[in-house]
């Protein structure tokens, strides 16, 4: 309790009064005096994101939801123009921002992977080869970690600052769990894409949970095998139409309903995949969710626990299918219920009103470009192996033969040792590369890196390539590609400053949260100061904003009376 003599003696209150009273307070029964102290905010802070969630499937698709998405968007604060103002709109990156309220700049998550021009080989952003990742019944070393990313998250943070607080983060994916969790948690779990079992990191801890042991042996993938995924509503009522132009499916899988599991195995990669890229597999990680909530007694212990959760599901169904397919509508309507049994499980082991939700999505995702030549604006496949043989040819033209492009990573491009000191020496020569890359097909601007600090308007291509600019891991050049154009040779991907990739949706609900339309941006990067503020936490320096138009009275001033 803050020191409280100097109010009462201005308001000229009596020293014995004030005496008093002081007195009072201490004689009362303990339970009153705990009713008397300032709120600490919610018992329980959760983090829901959705791998894949574009801003405008709220407005599509709300009118079908009857379960969780539902009652956020109903019942909760929805702004409804939240959006990444960075350039490489990918999973790691859009983690790495919602748990530590920075941009790539400053937290060094540029995207899922970058060229190390140290050991000359692509590196992938959760890769560490000081950790290992603890399975079931092995142990892999390279392995995962939090290493890579430089700034603290909200939950490490909750974690130091409230004593006896739990960190709980799940995933089907590394980079979401781990970036969700920051540098320390109680429990971080994925799932191992190829073989399909799940794993944790040395990081955080020295063997499986025992509790996830456990589900993991009562619950094998295998249970999936004759799982179905049909149309959950007649035809007639979706929004979205049966397109199969470009479409990329699972193996085994054709473009149509209905989906399989059991493409003949029921184990394999294949069988992994195909369940990964359907709506069971969200069922699984709520049940997992559930389980881990249960054995850490989340929300019910003396400080503020942390549950962070990345539906992956969305991402591979909307790669495979695109943005315009019935499998993402039907996808969204099962996690609307998927979602829905979650804040039931919360409710029974919370307490309604004891916790607090913030939901958003990592990233959006183009239309599938081959579905889009017959409408206006066009777009197209960008192909990557071209704009570096483009780069190689201007360059051995020039300079004589040789290999100058080390790797193109994303819209990452990083010249051999040296190269880029030869093109600085000659300014004909950037304005032949330049040329050169301008020239392939979908690209829109060519920015060189270095250059990137001189920062241009709000909303431009410049500044959000600036975003995404960290010494050491960004290319030396980059570009920007055109709307509609995707880094991708099949189905449809994301990963540029194009709307569509930068605009999610971004949703609170529960404890301390204000309900209602919020027109004002926003970006995913407030949920974490926005979250600290609820939880009464010191404020730290981040690149988001605290929401307090969405935020009850109270809480907006840290939790305090
Ligand atoms: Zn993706």
Redesign the pocket.
């Known amino acids: 309790m803050k020191p409280a003599h100097p109010k009462p003696l201005r308001r000229g209150l009596p020293l014995a009064v004030f005496s008093f009273a002081m007195t009072g307070l201490l004689l009362l029964p303990q339970g009153i005096a705990q009713q008397n102290a300032p709120p600490q905010g919610p018992k329980l802070v959760v983090v829901i994101a959705v ?2 969630m574009r801003a405008d499937y709220v407005q599509r698709f709300r009118g079908e939801w009857r379960g969780g998405l539902a009652r956020l968007v109903t019942r909760g604060a929805w702004f409804q123009n939240a959006a990444y103002p960075y350039s490489g709109t ?2 790691c990156p859009g983690h790495a921002t919602i748990a530590t309220g920075v941009f790539p700049e400053t937290h060094g998550i540029i995207g899922n992977a970058w060229w190390d021009r140290t050991t000359a080989k692509n590196v992938t952003c959760t890769q560490d080869a000081s950790a290992s990742d603890l399975g079931v019944s092995r142990t892999a070393s390279p392995g995962d970690s939090p290493a890579q990313l430089m700034a603290p998250s909200f939950a490490e943070r909750l974690r130091t600052a409230r004593p006896g607080s739990h960190v709980v983060t799940l995933s089907l994916k590394a980079r979401a769990a781990i970036m969700l969790a920051g540098h320390q948690a109680d429990i971080v779990l994925w799932q191992d894409e190829v073989a399909g079992d799940w794993l944790t990191s040395s990081a955080y801890a020295s063997e499986m949970p025992p509790f996830a042991r456990a589900f993991f042996d009562a619950n094998p993938l295998s249970q999936n095998s004759r799982k179905v995924w049909t149309l959950s509503m007649v035809e007639a009522n979706y929004h979205n139409g049966h397109s199969v132009a470009g479409e990329s499916p699972p193996p085994g899988w054709t473009a149509s309903f209905p989906h399989p599991l059991a493409g003949g195995a029921s184990t394999g990669q294949a069988f992994v995949t195909r369940w990964r890229a359907s709506p069971f597999s969200d069922e699984y990680l709520e049940r997992l969710a559930a389980a881990a909530a249960d054995a850490l007694k989340l929300g019910r212990g003396p400080g503020t626990d942390f549950l962070g959760i990345s539906f992956s599901a969305p ?2 169904v ?2 495979a299918f695109g943005p315009a397919s019935r499998e993402v509508e039907d996808e969204y309507l099962r996690l609307d219920q998927t979602i829905g049994k979650l804040l039931a499980d919360l409710d029974r082991a919370v307490g309604a009103g004891n916790y607090v939700v913030a939901l958003t999505a990592d ?1 959006g ?1 183009a239309p599938i470009p081959e579905q889009s030549q017959s409408q206006a604006s066009k777009g197209g496949r960008v192909n990557a192996a071209d704009i570096v043989a483009r780069i190689e040819k201007v360059l051995a033209q020039r300079l004589g033969e040789g290999r100058y492009v080390s790797q193109m990573v994303d819209q990452n491009i990083y010249f051999a040792p040296g190269v880029m000191d030869r093109i600085h020496a000659d300014p004909s020569l950037w304005q032949d590369v330049q040329t050169a890359i301008l020239a392939a097909p979908g690209v829109q601007r060519v920015f060189e890196s270095t250059e990137l600090g001189q920062r241009s308007g709000a909303g431009s291509l410049e500044q959000a390539a600036a975003l995404d600019e960290f010494s050491g891991r960004s290319g030396d050049v980059v570009v920007a590609l055109k709307p509609r154009w995707i880094l991708a040779a099949r189905g449809t ?3 540029s400053a194009n709307d569509y990739d930068q605009h999610v949706p971004l949703l609170f609900f529960g404890a301390g949260i204000k309900p209602g339309v919020y027109a004002a941006a926003a970006s995913p990067a407030d949920i974490a100061p926005t979250l600290a503020t609820l939880c009464g936490m010191t404020p730290v320096k981040t690149e988001g904003r605290v929401l307090a138009e969405a935020m009850q009275a109270k809480a907006a001033s840290g939790g305090q009376p």
């Open positions: 791998d894949q990918e999973t991402d591979y909307g790669h990233h995702v991907t994301h990963g």
